[in-house]
């Protein structure tokens, strides 16, 4: 399983970025996936989730502002995020698992990572 992300980069605040995570070797359709981040010097956070079924599932830092799909026919996971916000500045990872819902899994359910892309928010 391989994943790749891409779409990170520098923005200012208010600004909107759509990170891509292509997926090789893994059905992203058929199960959960996740963006995570981490910020320097602080731990990794979930942000959004997909369930095998469409469902989805937002941090509250998050809801409102960032949007998660998927595109089943090019094996493909977004995450979009608008209203950027200079607390939004991390490194984002994609991350699969082999189970469909999300709700209730911690990060070590995830068992495939992809390398990360940075986002930086400037105010």
């Known amino acids: 399983v391989q994943l790749v992300e891409s779409g990170g980069g520098s923005v200012q605040a208010g600004g909107s970025l759509r990170l891509s995570c292509a997926a090789s070797g893994y059905s992203s359709s058929d199960y959960c996936m996740g963006w995570f981040r981490q910020a320097p010097g602080k731990e990794r956070e979930g942000v959004a989730r997909?369930?095998?079924?469409?469902?989805?599932l937002y941090a509250q830092s998050v809801k409102g502002r960032f949007t998660i799909s998927r595109d089943n026919a090019k094996n493909t996971l977004y995450l979009q995020m608008d209203s950027l916000k200079p607390e939004d500045t991390a490194m984002y990872y994609c991350?699969?698992?082999?189970?469909?819902?999300?709700?209730?899994?911690?990060?070590?359910?995830?068992?495939?990572w992809g390398q990360g892309t940075q986002v930086t928010v400037s105010s």
């Open positions: 991350a699969a698992s082999l189970v469909f819902l999300c709700n209730g899994r911690t990060q070590g359910d995830f068992g495939y």
């Open positions: 997909i369930n095998g079924n469409g469902g989805t």
